[in-house]
């Protein structure tokens, strides 16, 4: 409907930016690639907002509301295997999580909306941010701190990600709880060495440790209710000297996944408790260090409602799918939903054809979406935007 005219364009801008894929804040030649286009579009254009963040501020010729639309920029440490024409040219770095098609979807957002300037009421703000994959910290707190949703202050955002669990055709929306927490846990566990043969002169670090990990999964069945969602995985183990020495040290890493920012707020408080009480059953002690990352993402009821209609307006009846479960991944983009209300859309991008069991997820290096998702995440995108301006 509006994106077609600029498909071809949209197109070459991503195979250009994933060919040259670039890591959480090193995203300039991508930011560089954004300016230009944004300029010759004659939008006004803000550059280096919070790191290699740009914003984009379309004026219509009315009064009106103003409605972000974001895409994120960054890359990942992978190495790629798709096997595409236009595969990275940087070794060790790939677009597998899909930010190029995300950038590249909203410059022909931007595009589109541009040309209907004349019967826009209020603004349009384009922010293509840095450092999505960067948990902790992320990209959109420091675009928040450097100003991005007030002058003019953003009334609503909306978002897509590219969705490999949906087809291509497909957007799939959720009201409320959509993404997790996700917060990181760091554990030392302290025993006593000893000979492999001689256990009752040392502490075990090892055998501490192990009963740690296996009572952590406790706290999730027992602690946190049914009715509640939430993962604890313990991702690296680390110990030991050699075949028959007792270790005195193991260090463990985790990820904490929560929707429930009221079970999130209890996660560190368990799994210390929970942690040192066993060690110290065992006669060792255990030091848990616990950061917390992007905040769970809860969509607008409101904007929900408003933008799966602005999907069966702009790509069919049939491609909006109200999502029934939220997802376990965390996104950044939660940030500014804390602030304001916003959406994160999925969009469907596995082709006809492929089972979406089968297709490639993000972050493998195998992971390449759909380029005929496009023109429904553009449609989606220009056409939730004019619907929010335009609603009373
Ligand atoms: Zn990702
Ligand atoms: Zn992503």
Redesign the pocket.
């Known amino acids: 409907m509006y994106a077609e005219k600029f498909l071809p364009q949209v197109i070459s801008w991503r195979r250009d930016i994933h060919a040259h894929p670039e890591l959480s804040q090193h995203e300039e030649r991508t930011a560089a690639l954004v300016v230009n286009v944004l300029e010759g579009l004659g939008l006004d254009v803000r550059r280096s907002v919070g790191g290699f963040g740009v914003v984009g501020l379309l004026r219509g010729n009315e009064p009106g509301k103003t409605v972000a639309l974001r895409a994120?920029m960054d890359a990942l440490p992978l190495n790629e295997e798709t096997g595409v024409a236009f595969a990275s040219e940087n070794p060790g770095v790939m677009h597998a999580?899909?930010?190029d098609t995300h950038t590249a979807m909203l410059l022909g957002a931007a595009s589109a909306l541009s040309e209907m300037r004349g019967k826009i009421h209020g603004s349009v703000k384009f922010i293509f941010q840095p450092a999505?994959?960067l948990n902790p910290t992320g990209g959109a707190p420091g675009m928040i701190r450097d100003g991005v949703l007030d002058s003019p202050n953003v009334d609503a955002l909306f978002a897509l990600?590219v969705w490999p669990l949906y087809e291509t055709g497909k957007i799939a929306i959720r009201s409320g709880s959509c993404m997790a927490a996700s917060d990181r846990v760091y554990m030392t566990v302290h025993g006593k060495t000893a000979h492999g043969s001689r256990p009752d002169q040392g502490n075990d670090a090892i055998v501490a440790a192990a009963n740690v990990i296996t009572g952590l999964q406790a706290i999730i069945s027992r602690s946190v209710s049914p009715l509640d969602s939430a993962v604890l995985t313990i991702g690296t183990i680390h110990g030991g000297y050699r075949y028959n020495v007792i270790p005195d040290t193991v260090k463990l890493e985790g990820t904490v996944r929560t929707l429930n920012p009221a079970v999130q707020d209890r996660m560190p408080g368990l799994i210390s408790r929970t942690a040192k009480g066993i060690a110290e059953a065992l006669g060792c002690s255990c030091d848990v260090e616990y950061v917390k990352g992007y905040p769970p993402l809860v969509n607008d009821a409101g904007l929900s409602a408003l933008a799966a209609e602005s999907v069966r307006k702009a790509c069919g009846d049939d491609a909006a799918i109200l999502a029934d479960e939220p997802d376990l991944a965390a996104?950044d983009f939660a940030f500014f939903a804390r602030e304001r209300p916003a959406l994160m859309a999925w969009l469907g991008c596995t082709p006809e054809g492929v089972s979406v069991m089968d297709a490639p997820k993000?972050h493998n290096t195998k992971f390449c979406p759909d380029e005929g998702c496009f023109v429904y995440g553009i449609d989606y995108l220009v056409q939730s935007a004019i619907d929010f301006l335009n609603a009373e």
Do not use: V
């Open positions: 994120d999580c899909g930010h999505e994959e990600h996104e993000l």
